[in-house]
């Protein structure tokens, strides 16, 4: 009788052991997986942030940025051409600048906008950008590719959405593909029509043509301003500029 | 180790993820009309980041995924099991993982940082510290094993 207690005694004991060397077993396993899934997630967002950080120099056909920020910047605002802002405003504010040009750049993201706001938008002046193709060889077609889209009334939204997205200096990214998705993400209708134009000598002669007026104007960099208004004596040429309230003083000063 | 009692990190749990679906479902509304959320401090970062090339995939607003993550995280912590206790760490890692890059393309790449998409991160990162806990303390025990308190009913979590 007892023999039989201690042999029911003793197989309890083992199951309890054998149970919990499995409840041991199947923690370990949860664990291990658990250290697995940790380091996987740990390469995915290494890959992940390695990846997207390629783009981060600019010129990137495939991921262009801040679409929407230029649309509300110059959509609504009258365009013709290269000219933005009311054609009968009494000033006309003249930028001379290169596609290419970083400092360009600066100017289209940090000082235009609120010069746009303030005096482009309230009727006051207009803008006029003029290609000063300076820093290298694709200075050139992309400014021919920014009046193109001008004859389809984008010339501003390509303008503003090319700085946003500008590469490095000459490092070749203004490539046919980088220039075709600014025009269409800049809202050109007529792509067929666009690519024809920007390759036209007509537009090719006159990136040339504003060029070769800003040499003459004595223009040594970009961007350069000048300003046409009642009061000024033709066309006068403004210093260094480099905050928007001096930008507002000049143009209150030519009306 | 005296880790706190899987009731009350199943509770956390359910709280913070509920609070999580809370969070996404505004994002994704607020995006859904060609609209972006409102930063409460003001400011237009809300407003660039739903703009930004970075806020769909597929087409998709990442918040979606938000809202399916913070879903599934809600239902783990109506279960005293291993299946449960492993899905949400699994869950929550991977959506903490996500959120870690999401928050490096609003500082590095987007320049603007949307109050929501940190508030969601911030959950996240509670929810998988919440998992881990429960996982490292209680994978591989049966039901509320060492718990300091009585097994709560799955209608007491709700």
């Known amino acids: ?255 | 180790m005296n880790f706190p009692s899987e009731a009350n990190l199943r509770r956390a749990i359910a709280l913070v993820a509920a609070l999580g679906i809370g969070v996404a479902t505004y994002i994704t509304i607020a995006d859904s009309g060609g609209g972006a959320p409102t930063c409460l401090a003001g400011g237009g970062g809300c407003e660039t980041v739903a703009n930004s090339s970075y806020s769909h995939i597929a087409g998709v607003n990442v918040a979606v995924f938000g809202i399916i993550g913070y879903i599934a995280l809600f239902l783990t912590a109506f279960f005293a099991n291993d299946l449960a206790r492993f899905a949400g760490f699994a869950i929550s890692l991977g959506g903490f993982g996500f959120s870690v890059y999401l928050t490096y393309l609003e500082i590095f790449k987007i320049e603007a940082i949307c109050q929501w998409c940190v508030a969601s991160a911030v959950l996240m990162t509670i929810l998988f510290l919440l998992n881990a806990t429960r996982l490292i303390g209680y994978a591989g025990t049966d039901g509320e094993v060492g718990s300091a308190e009585p097994p709560e009913s799955e209608a007491g979590l709700a």
């Open chain 1, 1 to 255: 009788m007892s023999n039989k207690k201690e042999r029911e005694k003793r197989r309890e004991e083992r199951l309890q052991e054998e149970a919990k060397v499995q409840t041991g077993d199947r923690r370990t396993k949860l664990l291990q997986f658990g250290a697995g899934a940790v380091f996987l997630v740990i390469v995915a967002v290494v890959v992940l942030i390695v990846a997207s950080s390629g783009g981060s120099s600019g010129g990137d056909a495939q991921n262009l940025k801040e679409v929407a920020a230029v649309d509300s910047l110059v959509n609504g605002v009258p365009q013709d051409g290269m000219v933005i802002g009311d054609p009968s405003a009494k000033v006309e504010l003249m930028e001379y600048g290169d596609l290419q040009c970083p400092v360009c750049k600066a100017y289209s993201e940090e000082i235009l906008p609120q010069v746009i706001e303030n005096k482009v938008k309230s009727g006051k002046a207009r803008i006029v950008f003029h290609n000063f193709t300076i820093i290298g060889e694709q200075s050139l077609p992309a400014g021919a590719a920014t009046l193109a889209a001008g004859e389809q009334g984008r010339g501003w939204n390509y303008l503003e959405l090319f700085y946003r997205n500008q590469g490095e200096e000459n490092s070749g990214y203004a490539t046919d593909e980088f220039l075709e998705a600014v025009a269409k993400a800049a809202g050109v209708k007529n792509i067929a029509q666009w690519n024809k134009e920007r390759k036209s000598k007509a537009l090719t002669s006159e990136v040339e043509a504003t060029t070769a007026q800003a040499q003459r104007y004595g223009f040594t960099g970009t961007p350069s301003f000048a300003i046409k208004g009642p009061s000024t004596n033709g066309v006068e040429l403004l210093g260094t500029v480099s905050t928007p309230e001096e930008f507002e003083e000049a143009i209150e000063e030519a009306s």
